[in-house]
Every structure is written in C-alpha cells, then in structure tokens.
C-alpha cells in the first residue's frame, strides 16, 4: 500500500510540474472550467427567479443535484483521468513499460494523469455544496439529518465506483482492439445528462440512464437519498450495480490484458 | 476556385474517414438537445408562455440551437494553431494558395456535414417526440434571418481565427481557447437563451459579439426581433466583423513575422 501511495505521490508531483510549466494553458484549461460551473449555476439561479420548481424541485433542490454531478464527476476525474490516454500509451509502447513495472497496470494508468486543475475546481464546488446543505436538511431530525447525510456520501462513494468501471470497460476495449479509446467521449457527453435531476427525462431515458449506462445511479441518486427520497429497494439496486459492473469491468480489463500484443516498435 | 473546391472535397473526404471522432462530435449535440429540451420541457409544465417565448418558440430555439451550433461553431482553426505550433504551416505558406481560403475551404466541409447530421438529427427529435416548431409567419423573416446568420458564420470565423493566431507567440494557447470558447458558448445563447439571465448580463452581451452568432438570429427567425431591434442588431454584427477582419489581418501579418520553424 505504502508503495502505491509512493508512486501515486510521485506521478502527481510529475503532472503538477507539467501542469505549473505550461501555467498559461493550464490557467485558460481552468478559467473554462470555472467559466462553465459559474454559467450554469447563473442560468439555474436565473431559470428560478421565473419559476417556483422544476419538475417539483426546488432552487436548492435542483442546486444540489448540478453540484453532486460536479462533485462526483470531478473526482472521478482526479483519480482516473489517465486511463484517456491509454490508446496513447498503446500506440507509443509506454503501456509495455508499464507492464514491467512492479506495480498493477490499471492502477498505473489511472494514475499517469493526476489533473491539479480538478482539484482547484473542488473549492467551489464543495463550498457550494457546504452552502445548499442546511438548507435542504433544516426541517430534519437528527436521526434522518444523519441516515441521509451518510447514504449521500456512500453513494457518492458508489458513483465513484460506477465511473471508474465504465472508464476500465473503455480502457479493456482500447487494449483489445489498439482504438475505440474515442468511446469514453461518448461516457462524457452521457454523463452530462446527469446535470439536471433525472426525474425530468422520460420513463424510457430514465431506465436507460439507470439500467445501461448508469449516470442516474452515478449522480443523482445521492441527492435523492438526501432529499429523502430514494427507496430502500433503489439503495440495494444502486450498490448492487456499482458490484456488479465493477465485477465485469475488472474481468474485462484482465481479458484485455491477456490478449494484448505490443503494437510500438 | 478550382483549388478551393479541392480542398473542400478533400476535407469532406476526410471528416467522413475519421467516422469515430464525428459522431462523438455529434453524440455532444444529441445529449445538449436532450438535456435542455427535458429541462425546458419540466419548466413548461402547466404554462405556454414564459420569458416573453411561447412553448412552441422556446422548442424551436432548442432544436436550432442545435442546428446553428453546427453551421456557425464547426471550424477547424483548432487545426491552425497545430499547425502553427508544429511547423506544419511553412509547407502551406509556399504552396500557390491562400492560407485563408484554404482554412475556409476545410470550415466550410465541415460545416456542411455537420449541418447536414445536425437537420437529420432535429428533425428525427421533432417527429419522435413530436415536438410543436415554431415557422416565420413572414416569408422575409427567412431573408432576413440568412443574412443574420451568413454575419454570424464570418464573425465566428473571425474570432475563432483571431484566437487561433495567438499560436505563433506561444504553444500555449489551447487553454486559453477552451476558456474563450465556453464563455463564447455559454453567452451566445448556445445553451440557453439569454433572456433567461439577469437584466444586467443581458445588457453587457447585449454589445458583446458572441450574442449575434446564436442568440440573435435565432430570435429573428422566431420573429421576437423586428424593427429598430432588428435594424441594431445587424449594426452590432457588421460593426464587430469590419473590427474584426482588420484585427485578423494585422494579427496575421504581425504573426508571420514572429513565426519561425526549424527542421524539416
């Protein structure tokens, strides 16, 4: 354990150094990061200064599901953003150096990209966060204050884990096939649909962002047990899924793993 | 012309090669209509007008955001400052070609297969969903909404074009590409309209340029822009894009005598 938090440590200094050297491209990579969190919240803000609810949420509602989606989606990112570059590391023969090394292969490429600019995105975010809780949890009691407090956390926790199995199924299909490493863009553009609660999409798009590609699992439903509003069924079905696609993932990854063959000279 | 033409057929040629990172592209699209027509839908339940837009309107806008996100914002400058940073231009520069004109040429190929997916994609939506569009109830709002968006295809060129030269000071300007292009998004009305927004923000994009890429002739061809607002509004258009084609021209000269390449 001791030697992975080494090796994770020293590549994130790594990526901290490349990032602070091309610190004008980092800072515009980040100004349209915040950019894009500051618009958002404008237009949710906004929208409600026209309308009581959306969909029977409230502003502060609707607030929490953005900021949970921000929250989930950016430590996924943080953790796991080296796992796009993976058909890069195919093509150029550093996937093969990284099979030598005596550390497991996945957590190598997860780790080749420790992105500092997403955790300069979490200030505002979590200050946010801190901001729109009292205000959903005032009326509660203490004992629902920290049942729903801990679930939302778990399944923060469980939204983590979903992103990070979709990003290892992509990752095994770019090994296996040396392309397709375009796919986790489409992971990208689908996840953004869990901007807003899922409650305003049809019952059709709601079982496919639940059952097939499971954004609403990801970040929406720890605002719903927050809110108090996810049944004890959804909470078995959310972990069980997050189980069994981390399951599938890992198989597929060292399947993958099997078949490579070295395609750099 | 004949080179021009070439240019162009290769470029289509080329986006319909690369079939993967074109329905990614696509697939952005698809998710921004789906997700604000759900939001817009959600915010509508139980009202036919709001924010001045009958439900009809605000649809209409929706599905053209998507349209005109393809016809105006599809470029390929993002290729420019690659091939600025690489060298890669030095071979363009001694070809018997205008820079420009090519870089138009490949817009233009990519403009045209992304508007070409982006109607099958809105009509697909309309009928599945059977969503009510709003038509001109004047045959020369169509005219007139042209001529909006012929302005806002060059000021977008322009500025796009404008940004990309900052690559031949330095490598670095990517970063601050994304940042200018959401905050271009986001306050042309490529998300959402703009009247949406505080009256205070209304009044600063109002003079800003990135209104009039989307924002502006989308509400001309919803009609909601007529008269003396209409008459401004293409003032504001031509009057950024006259500032612009001289801003562009001396950025090029100006980065032509910074640029420098070595090897081969």
Known sequence: ?265 | MGKYWAAFSLSIQQELYYRASFLMERARSITVIIAFYAFWSAVFQGRDTLLGYTRSQMFTYILGMNVLRALVFSDKTWELMHEINTGKISSYLMRPISYVGFCLSRDAADKATQLVSSILEVALAAWLLKIPLYWPAHPATFAVFGLTLALAIVLYFLMSYIVATFAFWTSESAGPRFCFELFLEFSSGAFFPLDVLPRIFQSVFSFLPFASLLYFPLNVFLERITGPLLARGLGVQVFWAVLFVWAARRLWERGLKAYSADGG
Request: hydrophobic residues 60%; charged residues 15%; glycine residues 6%.
């Open chain 1, 1 to 265: 354990m001791k030697r992975y938090w080494q090796v994770w440590k020293r590549l994130a200094v790594m990526a901290f150094l490349m990032q602070f050297t091309n610190r004008w491209s980092s800072l515009g990579w980040l100004g349209g990061k915040f950019v894009r969190l500051a618009f958002f919240i404008l237009f949710i803000v906004s929208i409600f200064r026209h309308v009581p609810s959306v969909a029977g949420y409230s502003l502060e509602a609707v607030a929490l599901f953005f900021l949970t989606f921000n929250l989930v989606d950016i430590i996924a990112q943080i953790l796991i953003r080296g796992i796009y570059m993976v058909g890069r590391d195919i093509r150029e023969g550093d996937m093969d150096f990284y099979l030598i090394q005596p550390v497991n292969a996945l957590f190598r490429v997860c780790s080749n990209l420790v992105d500092f600019l997403d955790f300069l995105m979490l200030i505002p975010v979590v200050g946010l966060i801190l901001w729109v809780f009292p205000r959903i949890l005032a009326g509660y009691s203490g004992e629902a204050l920290l049942m729903n407090g801990l679930l939302y956390v778990l399944l923060c926790a469980n939204g983590l884990v979903i992103a990070f199995s979709i990003h290892v199924l992509v990752a095994a299909l770019t090994l296996r096939t040396q392309q397709m490493e375009e796919t986790i863009w489409m992971y990208r553009d689908l996840v953004n649909l869990g901007r807003f609660p899922v409650d305003i999409y049809t019952p059709f798009l709601q079982v496919i962002l639940t059952f097939v590609f499971p954004i609403a699992v990801m970040v929406s439903y720890p605002s719903k047990a927050l809110l108090g509003l996810l049944s004890p069924q959804k909470i078995v079905l959310a972990f069980a899924l997050s189980a069994a696609l981390l399951a599938v993932a890992l198989e597929s990854w060292k399947r993958a793993l099997k078949h490579y063959s070295s395609v750099s000279s």
